[in-house]
């Protein structure tokens, strides 16, 4: 019952004895590879996968990281290096900059933070649609560069206390824009400076303001006098009716806001653009149940929100501008790819007019720069992919005469519909405008751009150029079906600013010329008027006969609708050639605005008539682009500072970066 007790417990030791010689522990290498691999194999099969695993890993992850650093760090060396024999040959030498402008900085969501105004200090802004290209500003960047950035901090550190006043850059603040110098790509200049000139890059300075002149103080208060009527009779609604003290609903998306938002910064008017800031913010919302024009809303809208994010870098208003332009989209969604009129930016739907299957031309391919500029600053290749693919298709058609396009073209078909007519007025002006801006925009490398463009004024010059009686003024007339017509529309205006704009690009000389010739068509277009302001057509007679003008008006074209193509026109002719002459004419236009068509309780007013002085007729409508456009080039155009807008920089479009929405 009683288990046997355990036997007495007994205790060994095992020592093993063995001489050097006898291939004991030695702490060789080969005893240790042996314990290495005898302790490998004890590892189960699980245990050596892990392991192999993780060092293929590392071994990857190291493969990426060097050719990730190894090319920044071999460009940083090599610059450095190349510096370094540059100063040993040439002592004080400093690298050729060209100015470039980059981003704003962002305006902080707080109003209060806004950024101070101060008038008319240098660089740059953007004047309405037909104008000067917008502040230079490049896209928002990325964080991928931080690395770069960082690596390249550490390279020239040391170096970097005793050629600080080389790589400093020089910075110019403008209305919260900002403007600093950058290397140019081009190889750095070997001309030895001055020993006692501080280099471009360091003695150059912000400049002081230059004071407003009594002419621009005008149109500053005919701006407020206008936008005072627009805030207490039609705020946040599309036009104003300044005679019955109302508004007037077009898309209902506050069309005159939006579009007068870079004039009130351009004409550093603070309180009403922080006013109307609040207003985008709080109350601008694009998902409506609404069909708006595909091409009013991108010059008005688009147009008018990246202009303004140009001129404040206020990221509001690029996020507004990619909300409008990716409803738009459905626009393009047409068997030949040429958009249809009316979008529905609520449902996303688009459609041709009602009684019609066509586009105008005109619509169709004067949208380019506003989409191609979004694309540009989001990074989305989807608008620009759409609006290039139109200009494409437009090049590649048949139905033109010597470069001269039809006024219709159908969104079915894609091709031009009512062939034989042909003019530069109204459903075709400004595809020849868009095709000259769209090239500048691009860095002047699209040819096929200036090709439609040098073959259209050339066709201009074949068909449509006439001269009148008895002061024979040179005219932009219509041909239809072989037979010419001596009527022209104010819209055709816009001409002698392109041709100018051409010229100063490299384009023909005698493209110039032309643009005199026509300036002053335009400006008798006022000045034979009895009230000094032109009709929306005039007919030009071109057979002398006595006590005859050179302009004939017919009574349904005589009103006026405060267009700006003519004193948009005068400016770039100003900034060209220095005449005074356009200032004092761009003064008797806004004298007649001011004297007809300006409302004692605020606002200005489209006319019915303006051969009646006594009667003028008010149509009691505002349109958006008086503010947006007429009074901003009136400004600009009678402002002696050539960096308030600085085309020589500006339009240089040698970097193929030049940002041009809303010119």
Known sequence: MYSASPPPRRDFI???????????????????????????????????????????????????????MAEPWKSLTSRASEEQKADQEV????????AVLPIPKKADANLGDYPDFSLQKPPKQLPGRRGPPHLQIRPPQKDTTKTQEEAAKVEQEPAQVEREHKTEKSVIRWRGAV????????????????PDKPSPAVSEEPKEPVPLNERQLAVIEAFRHAWKAYREFSWGHDELKPVSKSYGEWFGLGLTLIDALDTMWILGLKAEFQEARAWVATHLNFDKNVDVNLFESAIRILGGLLSTYHLSGDSLFLEKAKDIGSRLMPAFNTPSKIPFSDVNIGRGTAHPPRWTSDSTVAEVTSIQLEFRELSRLTGEEKFQNAVDGVMKHVHTLPGKNDGLVPMFINTNSGQFTHLGVYTLGARADSYYEYLLKQWIQGGKKENELLEDYVKGIEGVKMHLLRKSQPKRLTFVGELAHGRFSAKMDHLVCFLPGALALGAHNGLPADHMDLALELAETCYQMYAQVETGLSPEIVHFNMHAQKDQKDVEIKTADRHNLLRPETVESLFYLYRFT?????????????????????????????INNVQSPSNPEPRDKMESFFLSETLKYLFLLFSDDVDLINLDKLCTGDRGDEPLPRW
């Open 14 to 68: 095992s020592v093993t004895l063995g001489g050097v010689e006898g291939g004991g522990y030695n702490n060789s290498k080969a005893w240790r590879r042996r314990s290495c691999l005898r302790k490998w194999k004890q590892l189960s099969r699980l245990q050596r996968s892990v392991i192999l695993f993780l060092f293929a890993f590392l071994a990857v992850c190291g493969v990426i990281t060097y050719a990730n």
């Open 578 to 606: 220095g005449d005074k002459k356009y200032q004092d004419w761009g003064w008797e236009i806004l004298e007649s605005f001011n004297k007809y068509t300006r409302v004692a309780t605020g606002g200005y007013t489209s």
């Open 91 to 98: 002592p004080g030498l400093k690298p050729a900059n060209q």
């Open 179 to 194: 403007i600093d110098t950058e290397q140019s790509p081009e190889p750095p200049s070997r001309k030895v400076k001055e």
